[in-house]
């Protein structure tokens, strides 16, 4: 496994090289809408600590994702590394070929993007669906408008969903993006997140 996950990084580094032959550079927006009206802007890289309070633990994790839509399925391997100052994620196919680079200082978001993703590719959409898996759950809830994340046990290792505060007839708030995760680490555990009404489901495995 650390020799798999070395290759990758080294595949990572010959992505960005080959990258920039045919690729553009976009600085995207750093809020979103997700479903039911609620919106989510981008947390600082500090908020990514178990605990609000803590400092920022530097990262470098090999992952594998896998994005399922109704009409599609789309695999990717990624490489994330986190620092004090910067979250910077590479996601490449399959066979290598480089697709993104997204650079995150917790101000602005830069995506250099290969030409083949075209003009549907958003990485402020990525960035956001990673920090709800990752970042603190109180972090989160200071950047989400409409909306609150909440963990809760489960028979899964962890589990978190995000609920709209818009509640049904029954008086119910509703959730609205399911996150389970195979164990309590949540940087160390296989992950499936759903957004239902988008038909949309990831899985993250690391390597």
Known sequence: ???????????????????????????????????SDVSYCLAPIAGSGQNPQTAVTERSLTQKATIKTQSSQHELLTQLE??????????????GQPLFTLTYDGHQLISEQSALLGSQFKAEYLLAIMQL??????????????????????????????????????????????IRYSQPDLWSANV?????AANFELIINPL
Do not use: F
């Not at 650390?2 to 992505?15: H, S």
């Not at 986190?82 to 066979?95: D, N």
């Open 192 to 196: 499936k997140l759903n957004i239902d």
């Open 1 to 35: 496994m650390p020799q798999l996950g070395y290759r990758l990084k080294i595949l990572a580094i010959v992505g960005l090289l080959l990258l920039t032959a045919c690729s553009q550079t976009l600085q995207r927006q750093t809020c979103v809408e997700l479903p």
């Open 133 to 178: 898996i990752y970042w603190d759950e109180g972090s989160i809830n200071q950047h989400l408008q409409n909306g609150y994340i909440q963990g809760y046990n489960c028979d899964a290792g962890y589990c978190r969903q995000l609920y709209t505060d818009t509640q049904d007839t029954a008086g119910n708030d509703v959730p609205i993006v399911t």
């Open 82 to 95: 986190l620092t004090a100052q910067q979250l910077t994620l590479v996601g490449l196919a399959p066979l």
